[in-house]
């Protein structure tokens, strides 16, 4: 797990005291487990739970950690929901967003690169059944 942004400083401190210095070992843990590191004080529960979820879809679908985040800005949060979304309406609004947090430079997440997302999305719910 590399160094995480800013905004997550205070959560990725928590995480390395404890222990938790890979994405396979972020995404393992538990809410319960998540309490307990937001209990000692710096981090934030809904913060943890976050990167949890950008953890889960860069290990489950083998996806760089800002592509991850990307999928969770635009509110796909799991697998599943990314196995369930339309290419097109999915495509439609990355480019939204990669334009607000970018400007105008150009799309980096292409259909091809939507679909292959979903299809892996789609083998990985088909075989754990999540």
């Known amino acids: 797990m590399g160094?995480?942004?800013k905004h997550f400083q205070k959560e990725e401190k928590v995480l390395r005291q404890n222990g938790v210095t890979s994405w396979e070992e972020l995404a393992a843990l538990s809410?319960?487990?998540l309490r307990v590191l937001s209990s000692q004080g710096g981090a934030l529960e809904r913060q943890l739970r976050k990167l949890r979820g950008q953890a889960q879809l860069v290990v489950e679908l083998?996806?760089?950690p800002h592509e991850?985040?990307?999928l969770l800005y635009a509110g796909i949060a799991s697998?599943?929901?990314l196995a369930e979304a339309s290419p097109q309406q999915l495509l439609t609004q990355l480019g939204r967003l990669e334009r607000s947090l970018t400007g105008m430079a150009l799309a980096r997440i292409d259909a091809s690169t939507v679909r292959r997302w979903i299809q892996r999305a789609q083998q990985h719910t088909s075989r754990s059944g999540k």
């Open 62 to 64: 083998a996806l760089e």
């Open 79 to 81: 697998s599943r929901g």
């Open 3 to 5: 160094p995480l942004p």
């Open 68 to 70: 991850a985040a990307l």
């Open 31 to 33: 809410d319960a487990h």
